[in-house]
């Protein structure tokens, strides 16, 4: 069979199907090579940004290396134990700023916070070529793109190539100004210290006006006025607060929220925000700043003085200017091994906390709300919790005993198995050398190996901080036993009366005629309150418990010298106490009014009946010990016979009901009980003034007159020095709606301590002033007491709160158990600043970081935030007037807080020493010196020199990213104690 051949027109479609095959498979490679080259573009474009993320993470580790360099540099810092760095100088506290010199101005007008650029000044290893440079692929970073932090106020910050930094170039082996190059980094460095933390900063518009409650938050930035954030820009409004806040606004809880406060301000109280970042603030700024009347208005000037994120290490950092044993530089006082502790919190609530061998021993202040455990409802953490922060065990009686037989030093410290206590960081922050002041000779020889205990005045001054804290008036006593034969106690002051003073009287009694009937002896308790009328809600709401007055010992050999002839016995009242009246009572009480003795009185028949009579036939109104009485025949001649007597063991003590046991709170010698010893001594010699009464009744003038013999306290409040001697000069002058006794410091002092009372030089040879001298300089002595003590200028007593402190410098009302002194933070010379560095109001988290605390090295204007509103007297409503000053005066320098008394300048108009301490109050607790906080703009470039090129001009982009940072530094240590990354899309 013939096969005919394939037409031309099949030939043809064959050659269209294969030509369209071909073609298929032309398109379908040349589409396989277009996606694999932008696959591997992409591929490459990802890699270059990975890279450049990976240089802008090692880029910020880099910038950090660097700001820590700065602290371990020997030109800064002395190395005084492993891993910690003392500043050699105040001015070494501060980073130093390194700018490009165009920047330095900027820094100066508009951009306060710009402290650094990556210049070769801050790293030798910068380059010089300006990021504002275009690369070869034409890409460059110029100051617009700079800006984005918002970290200016008035005009944008940068407007300038001059201004902006220089690359850092990085190879394989780091930093390099040559090639080979692997990518570039280039960063501004701010100094955030100096900013508020709008998280924690101001308090919300309901408060307006309350200054109690304002006040009550001045222990953090909350307490800051956002009105007066900076005397440069124009707004920061409290409804922005409002807003962060509206969960504890709305529940009307935000004071409570602040003040209960356990997690260092680290997050939002329960339904509170907080901004997350710098761009959550920028986006806020720039959404509502430029809308004039908007609601939640941050006006975006204010950007240049507040933050979204702080960090501070809430740990002591004074370096005391005396090293001794007690007062040490604390961040060098490291652990020799781990400790875990477990903390009690006030809710209820336990955490624990750990310190690993080389920390610091003092790792972090101590909270003062913590003394709410005295307050607290009875419960099993109650006890511990005390035993633990305090060092104190409870007695049956109601009172405490301290368990150690001294108070450690922190040095002694190292090895325990604890965090030091209340009392051990006390005796580390007052200047030992301004404690234990006691007298060599005189009647105060009889307590001076009591007075010369440091540590038994320091209890004494940490029973009064607890006393002035805590509610009602029954004073803290604490038992402490420095030796297995010598217990001693510690009493706290509260406001109540206090012995001021015995008086010695003997009245002659004669008949019409001017014969003499009876003579008879008197010890009359004088006895005042030193304290002002009760300022707070708190105070005078504060109910007192039942006081009385009790005898100790015995009068021996009384001696009426009528006529000037000696040897006219008379009849001890009191004989020596039976062995089955061990506490001498029966007779030997009076009872007080604890509300009395605002002014110095005797004890009067206004107060309860007492069980201590005076003469049957005495008419008078005063109270006392009548000591011994008999008859003595004869004329009395012009001058009126004196008197003598023997005391033996004598002794007046003050003591109060606690529902349980009488507890001596006060005495004329010693602590009341049996320290020292022998009270007055066994043969101590007490002289007699004498009045003479025709009238067969006498009244209240008897006992008083020119030449009335007393014992004297030179404080109501302790016995140190004392009792002295003295005489009245004159009978006392009358106040108006006062009894006569008002004026009893027309006492003059037949001896003493060397100087006028109580300007008086401490043990190391410093003169500090009085609680009157620092009001306004009234002087010293008894004048300065009398002005006090007669309530001519009532004003300048202190005042006691009887609520938990506000800030650390409310320390200022509690008696420092040294005659007229208050804990002083008035004074450049002041030996109880340090207070302020190793105590805190909040519980900070378990390491000690917190959020939302000022550097008062570098915070500058933003002061006047907290300045404004700051309450002039604890407890009243008036506040500081003009405010620029003190923040001028401030820094910026310091070490610590315990530098602000010599910062702060003196008030002329203050009227009181409150007044003085006013801005302390406002800075001491919310101010810190010891942490750097930094933010880091930093732009990463991957990439690489063009082939043959050496030059890092070449540079080729490949990739690019940028990242905030915000960071904080300990400055003694170099650690970093916190840090939060953000990556900035652009």
Request: overall charge neutral; hydrophobic content about 40%.
């Amino acid at each position: 069979m013939r096969t005919r051949p394939p037409s031309a027109s099949r030939r043809g479609s064959a050659l269209l199907v294969c030509l369209a095959v071909v073609l298929l498979l032309a398109v379908v490679i040349v589409a396989f090579l277009s996606q694999a080259q932008l696959n591997r573009q992409t591929e490459n474009s990802g890699a270059a940004r990975t890279k450049a993320e990976i240089l802008a993470r090692s880029g910020l580790d880099y910038a950090v290396s660097r700001l820590i360099a700065e602290i371990t540099d020997p030109a800064n810092s002395e190395k005084v134990a492993d891993g910690v760095y003392r500043p050699l100088s105040g001015e070494k506290m501060r980073p130093a700023p390194q700018l490009q010199r165009a920047a330095v101005n900027l820094r100066m007008v508009h951009v306060p916070g710009l402290l650094k650029q990556s210049i070769a000044a801050f790293d030798p290893a910068a380059s010089a070529v300006n990021t504002a440079t275009a690369d070869k692929s034409g890409r460059s970073v110029g100051p617009k793109r700079w800006n984005a932090p918002m970290f200016y106020f008035s005009q944008p910050q940068f407007t300038s190539a001059a201004q902006v930094p220089d690359w850092i170039y990085f190879s394989a082996d780091g930093p390099s100004r040559s090639a080979p190059v692997l990518g570039r980094i280039a960063f501004n460095i701010y100094e955030i210290d100096g900013l508020l933390d709008v998280n924690v900063a101001g308090y919300p518009v309901q408060l307006n006006g309350d200054i109690d409650a304002i006040n009550s938050l001045k222990a953090t930035v909350a307490g800051a006025d956002v009105k007066k954030i900076s005397r440069y820009i124009s707004y920061l409004d409290q409804s922005l607060v409002d807003n962060r806040s509206r969960g504890s606004v709305r529940s009307e809880a935000y004071v409570s929220s602040v003040r209960e406060n356990t997690n260092g301000f680290l997050a939002p109280a329960p339904g509170d925000t907080h901004f997350l970042s710098r761009l959550d603030l920028v986006r806020y700024a720039i959404t509502f700043g430029f809308k004039a009347g908007a609601a939640n208005q941050l006006d975006t000037n204010a950007m240049a003085f507040v933050t979204a994120w702080s960090r501070s290490l809430d740990a002591p950092s004074w370096n005391p200017p005396a090293p001794g044993e007690a007062n040490l530089f604390a961040p060098a006082i490291r652990r020799t091994s781990d400790v875990t502790i477990t903390d009690y919190l006030l809710d209820g609530r336990t955490r624990t906390q750990k310190w690993k061998k080389g920390d610091a021993v003092a790792a972090r202040r101590f909270p003062l709300s913590r003394i709410g455990w005295f307050d607290h409802a009875s419960s099993d953490n109650r006890a511990r919790a005390i035993r633990q922060f305090f060092g104190l065990d409870p007695m049956p009686d109601g009172t405490w005993k301290y368990f150690d037989v001294r108070i450690r030093t922190l040095d002694e410290l190292r090895t325990a198995d604890r965090e030091p206590n209340f009392f051990e960081l006390l005796k580390a922050g007052i200047a030992s050398g301004s404690l234990g002041r006691a007298l060599p000779s005189g009647q105060g020889r009889l307590s001076a190996d009591r007075d010369g205990d440091k540590d038994l005045q320091v209890l004494r001054i940490g029973a009064s901080i607890i006393d002035a804290a805590t509610a009602g008036n029954e004073p803290t006593i604490i038992a402490f036993e420095p030796s297995v034969d010598r217990t001693r106690f510690a009493c706290g002051v509260k406001d109540l009366p206090y012995l001021y003073a015995v008086r010695f009287r003997q009245i002659v009694k004669t008949d019409a005629t001017g014969t003499v009937e009876r003579i008879d002896q008197f010890a009359l308790p004088i006895l005042v309150n030193p304290h002002a009328s009760p300022a707070t809600p708190e105070a005078r709401q504060a109910t007192r418990p039942a006081v009385r007055m009790r005898m100790i010992g015995t009068i021996e050999n009384p001696v009426a010298d009528a006529g000037g002839a000696t040897g006219s016995p008379l009849e001890s009242r009191f004989p020596k106490s039976a062995p089955d009246d061990p506490q001498s009572l029966g007779n030997r009480i009076l009872e007080v009014d604890p509300a009395a003795f605002r002014t110095p009185s005797p004890i009067t028949s206004r107060q309860p009946p007492d069980a201590a009579p005076m003469p049957p036939d005495f008419a008078g109104t005063y109270r006392g010990f009548w000591l011994a009485t008999g008859a003595v025949g004869g004329d009395i001649v012009a001058n009126a016979p004196g008197g003598r007597a023997n005391f033996n063991r004598f002794n007046l003590v003050l003591e109060y009901w606690n529902g349980r046991s009488w507890i001596i709170y006060d005495a004329l010698v010693g602590d009341g009980r049996e320290d020292p010893a022998a009270g007055l001594g066994e043969t101590v010699e007490v002289e007699f003034a004498s009045t003479t009464e025709k009238n067969p009744k006498p009244d209240d003038a008897s006992f008083t007159g020119a030449g009335t013999w007393y014992l004297v306290k030179p404080d109501p409040r302790t016995n140190r020095w004392g009792p002295l001697r003295g005489q009245t000069a004159s009978r006392p002058t009358e106040v108006p709606g006062e009894p006569v006794d008002a004026a009893t410091s027309a006492i003059r002092l037949e001896e003493g301590p060397s100087g006028n009372l109580p300007d008086v030089a401490d043990p190391d040879g410093k003169k500090r002033k009085d609680d009157l001298a620092i009001a306004g300089g009234l002087g010293h002595g008894q004048t300065s007491m009398g002005k006090l003590l007669s309530n001519e200028q009532p004003e300048l007593r202190n005042s006691l709160p009887l609520r938990p402190y506000c800030t650390v410098a409310e320390l200022g009302c509690v008696f420092r158990d040294q005659p007229w002194k208050t804990l002083d933070f008035a004074t450049a010379v002041s030996a109880d600043a340090a207070l302020l560095d190793y105590f805190t109001i909040n519980e900070s988290g378990p390491d000690g970081v917190v959020a939302g605390k000022l550097n008062l090295n570098a915070a500058g204007s933003t002061l006047d935030a907290l300045l404004s509103q700051a309450a002039l007297e604890i407890g009243h409503s008036a506040v500081l007037g003009a405010v620029t000053g003190i923040a001028d005066a401030i820094g910026p320098d310091l070490m610590s807080p315990a530098d602000l008394p010599g910062e702060i300048p003196t008030n002329p108009s203050a009227k009181t020493k409150a007044q003085q301490e006013a801005a302390i109050r406002a800075l001491g607790t919310a101010g810190q010196t010891r942490t750097w906080n930094f933010f880091i703009d930093l732009i990463a470039q991957s990439g690489k020199l063009q082939p043959g090129s050496t030059e890092l001009t070449d540079f080729f982009s490949e990739g690019e990213s940028r990242f905030w940072m915000h960071v904080a530094i300990d400055r003694f240590t170099g650690r970093v104690i916190g840090s939060q990354v953000e990556a900035y899309q652009e």
